[in-house]
T-cell receptor, first 115, second 112 residues
Framework: GAVVSQHPSRVICKSGTSVKIECRSL??????MFWYRQFPKQSLMLMATSNEGSKATYEQGVEKDKFLINHASLTLSTLTVTSAHPEDSSFYIC???????????FGSGTQLSVL | DAKTTQPPSMDCAEGRAANLPCNHSTISGNEYVYWYRQIHSQGPQYIIH?????ETNEMASLIITEDRKSSTLILPHATLRDTAVYYC?????????????WGAGTKLIIKP
């Protein structure tokens, strides 16, 4: 099946710094990528939908200036958490839509811990 | 808001069939039902999806009721590695795209 690579898998940073998370579709072109966050023992919450070459669409309550999304190519989308604070600590997951059957494939997730 | 309801947890004996129910009584005619599972601290893994007909693949079977208000995921011979949170999801079409509306999932524990 199609593979989505997400990097890094784990990051620890100081409060106030910015963190970039990369999401790549390895063997297919992803016209659309989605970014989720997940708190412990909770379900996935959609943060934004990213379309290649256009601005991302953010879900209600998600600050676009804090969570910068760039989908510069058909195989790469990045999420930058700017000026991270401890409350931003979470598991972030990307997914990519593509392949011949348009299923959603997920990355392995990034555990962000802000000290 | 989630469009699906699932039991929060289930147990199943290793080697037996695991039957995971899902209610989606407000599903629309063109909305697909998807199942994903998530093993702790990993990204979700696709299992199966369907619209009206029952579906089967190498991982599981999906049984959808005729009125489409509920479905059941069947893992025919559960193994310990099938322990995970299983999400029943409705795929909602948007203007030029689609979204997966995630519910709370069922934590399935396979016991030896």
């Amino acid at each position: 099946g199609a593979v989505v690579s997400q990097h890094p898998s784990r990051v620890i940073c100081k409060s106030g710094t910015s963190v970039k998370i990369e999401c790549r579709s390895l063997d297919f072109q992803a016209t659309t990528m989605f970014w989720y966050r997940q708190f412990p023992k909770q379900s996935l919450m959609l943060m934004a939908t990213s379309n290649e070459g256009s601005k991302a669409t953010y879900e209600q309550g998600v600050e676009k200036d804090k969570f910068l999304i760039n989908h510069a190519s058909l195989t790469l989308s990045t999420l930058t958490v700017t000026s991270a604070h401890p409350e931003d600590s979470s598991f972030y997951i990307c997914s990519a839509r593509g392949g011949f059957d348009e299923k959603l494939f997920f990355g392995s997730g990034t555990q962000l811990s802000v000290l | 808001d989630a469009k699906t309801t699932q039991p929060p947890s289930m147990d199943c004996a290793e080697g037996r069939a695991a039957n995971l129910p899902c209610n989606h009584s407000t599903i629309s005619g063109n909305e697909y039902v998807y199942w994903y599972r998530q093993i702790h601290s990993q990204g979700p893994q696709y299992i199966i999806h369907g619209l009206k007909n029952n579906e089967t693949n190498e991982m599981a079977s999906l049984i959808i009721t005729e009125d489409r208000k509920s479905s059941t995921l069947i893992l025919p011979h559960a193994t310990l590695r099938d322990t995970a949170v299983y999400y029943c999801i409705v795929r909602v079409e948007t203007d030029s795209n689609y979204q997966l509306i995630w519910g709370a999932g069922t934590k399935l524990i396979i016991k030896p």
